[in-house]
């Protein structure tokens, strides 16, 4: 990992669990800053930690050096552990179920062989600066899913 790594801030939050759900991605590089969010109107928690992440990789547009801090053990220990078990079973668990949220996993296991990423964890809610400016964004996103939810026609 070199000094010109990009950092990246991540968090998701759900209003219930499932529920509406928003993300977000602090991405800072060389001292500038720019924010990638978004948000589902019927989601996981998890799912939306994992989107964090997943956005903030795609909009790089060349293989990077990466240094991402998040407060979920579930993305790092997929990332880091068991998402090499899953691929050679075939996106199964060890009892074979299909793991959840595979379709996730599979993106963000595309965008890892792409780029050279070095994960962080750190305890949210406990005053770390740039994770707690993504709860608060990753919060907001989740206000507005719930907001979309409540409008006629809305997918459950």
Not at 31 to 58: F, P, Q, S
Not at 101 to 116: E, G
Not at 123 to 131: F, I, M, V, Y
Request: proline share 4%; with cysteine.
């Amino acid at each position: 990992m070199t000094e010109a790594a990009v950092e990246v801030f991540t968090d998701g939050a759900c209003i219930g669990n499932p529920g509406p759900g928003g993300w977000a991605a602090l991405m800072r590089y060389r001292g500038r800053e720019r924010w990638v969010a978004g948000h589902d109107t019927a989601t996981t928690n998890n799912r939306m930690e994992l989107m964090a992440a997943i956005a903030a990789l795609e909009t790089l547009k060349r293989p990077t050096d990466v240094h991402i801090t998040t407060d979920s053990q579930y993305l790092i220990q997929g990332a880091e552990t068991w998402m090499k078990a899953w691929k050679a079973r075939d996106w199964r668990t060890a009892a074979r179920a299909p793991v959840l949220n595979q379709d996730l996993w599979m993106r963000l296991d595309a965008q890892l062989a792409r780029h050279r990423v070095r994960w962080t964890w750190c305890r949210g809610h406990t005053g770390h600066p740039e994770n707690e400016q993504a709860d608060e964004r990753a919060g907001a996103e989740a206000l507005i899913a719930a907001e979309l939810a409540r409008l006629p026609g809305a997918a459950a």
